[in-house]
Structure formats: C-alpha cells, structure tokens
C-alpha cells in the first residue's frame, strides 16, 4: 500500500506560480510512476504529467507544456508540479497518483492504470 498526501494548493493570480507537493508513504520502495491528474468543476478528471519510477521520462498534456514542471525526490519520497504562468482554466483540484504496473509506465496519461490516489488539492487562479 502506498498512501498519497497533497498540499501547497490554494488561490493564485493569472500569471503567478504555484508548487504543489504529494508526500507518499509506505511502500515507497517499489518502483512505481506517479502522476498529476485533475478535476475542474462540471468536468471529468484529466491527466496533467507524469513521471517514470527513474525520473528521466515525463509526460505532459498539452496544455501545460513548458509551464508546468513534474519532478520528484527520492530521499524525500516526494512528488511535485511546478505550476508557472498560471491561468484561470488551470483552475481545479490537483491529484497526485501512483501505479506500480507495467502498464503505468507504458501509458501514463489512463488514470485507469493508477492504484493509488491522493485526496486532492484544491488550486484557484484569479483572473
């Protein structure tokens, strides 16, 4: 089992920056692809990065590209985004995902392939 906990969402302006973070816990020595999913009001989760278990392989969808930054630290067992220039359609609650699969690391952006979530963060920008 692994356990998954956000933080550092809140309320932004249009164009400032935000990290959030997914602290993981358990067995965290399994290798494992971890990702970023997210909710806007009215609409279905959709994928927003990934993150193979080495950390050399990252996915993004296109909408965040080249602003937002997945990365992770091992010694710290944790998962972050990098959100720059934000805008109000980025608006939603963030979560943090884990899959232990092989299918996971070949298809990053089914959340079907996850075994493991956080319980979301909540992220608003302001126009």
């Known amino acids: 089992q692994v356990q998954l906990v956000e933080s550092g969402g809140g309320l932004v302006q249009s164009g400032g920056s935000l990290r959030l973070s997914c602290a993981a816990s358990g067995r965290t020595s399994s290798r494992y692809t971890m990702g970023w999913f997210r909710q806007a009001p009215g609409k279905e989760r959709e994928f927003v990065a990934a993150?193979?278990?080495?950390?050399?392989?990252?996915t993004y969808t296109d909408s965040v590209k080249g602003r937002f930054t997945i990365s992770r630290d091992y010694a710290k067992n944790t998962l972050y985004l990098q959100m720059n220039s934000r805008k109000p359609e980025d608006t939603a609650v963030y979560y943090c995902?884990?899959?232990?699969?092989?299918?996971?690391?070949?298809?990053?952006?089914?959340?079907?392939?996850?075994?493991?979530w956080g319980q979301g963060t909540q992220v608003t920008v302001s126009s």
């Open positions: 995902t884990a899959g232990t699969s092989d299918s996971a690391n070949d298809y990053p952006t089914n959340q079907a392939v996850y075994d493991y």
């Open positions: 993150i193979n278990w080495i950390g050399i392989s990252t």
